[in-house]
Each structure stands twice: as structure tokens, then as C-alpha cells.
């Protein structure tokens, strides 16, 4: 079983930076079998694709609304992925989640995630 944890949400003003954690844990886990990812969702909205880096950290892909502005990256020898959001928006608003998969490809996807965390609130005022 897999353990994740994110933190480092928190209310934010609009333009301000944020950096959201993931810690991953588990009997079974190790950080160089995971393709790892950030997930979002607002209220009333499906849960949307923010950005995705994989096992071994060498390719990392980004939501349209978030490329320029929040960088993904991991610390395997930590077991911990970041998320570096810069200029926030009020539309940035939601639940980050982050999440594991085993298999390559298709890193958009949440159906295709293994293990969720159980989120981390950020809110950015206009």
C-alpha cells in the first residue's frame, strides 16, 4: 500500500507564489517505480490535469492553463514530488491532489492513477 500526503496549501493573493508538497510512503512504495502527478479540483468541477514528471524525473508534462507559471519536480531520495506555482490566479482556486501510477503514458489522466492523497486546499484572492 502507498501513502500520500500533500501539504503546503494555504490562502494566497493573486500574483503570489506557493509550494505544494507530496510525501509518499508505504511498505511497498520506492520513489524509481512511480510516475507521479498533481491533480485539481473546484467546486462543482471534474478534477483536471495540472502537471505530471515521471519515475525517473527526466520528462515532466503541464495542464495548458498552468505551462509558464508552476514547475513539477521530485526528490526521490526523499520520496517527496513539489509543486512550484508562481503567479496565482483566483481561477487556480481548488483541492491539489497528487497521485501515483506504475504505467507509462497517458499522465493526463486520473482514471489511470494508482494512489490519491486526500488533498490540500489553495486559495488564491483577487
Known amino acids: 500500500q502507498v501513502q500520500l500526503v500533500e501539504s503546503g496549501g494555504g490562502l494566497v493573493q493573486a500574483g503570489d507564489s506557493l509550494i505544494l508538497s507530496c510525501a509518499a510512503s508505504g511498505r511497498t512504495f520506492s520513489t524509481y517505480t512511480y510516475n507521479m502527478g498533481w491533480f485539481r479540483q473546484a467546486p462543482g468541477k471534474e478534477r483536471d490535469f495540472v502537471a505530471a514528471?515521471?519515475?525517473?524525473?527526466?520528462?515532466?508534462y503541464y495542464g495548458d492553463s498552468v505551462k509558464g507559471r508552476f514547475t513539477i519536480s521530485r526528490e526521490n531520495g526523499k520520496n517527496t514530488m513539489y509543486l512550484q506555482m508562481n503567479s496565482l490566479k483566483p481561477e487556480d482556486t481548488a483541492v491539489y491532489y497528487c497521485?501515483?501510477?506504475?504505467?507509462?503514458?497517458?499522465?493526463?489522466?486520473?482514471?489511470?492513477?494508482?494512489?490519491w492523497g486526500q488533498g490540500t486546499q489553495v486559495t488564491v484572492s483577487s
Open positions: 497521485a501515483a501510477k506504475i504505467f507509462d503514458m497517458n499522465y493526463d489522466a486520473p482514471e489511470n492513477y494508482d494512489y
Open positions: 514528471i515521471t519515475r525517473n524525473g527526466l520528462h515532466r
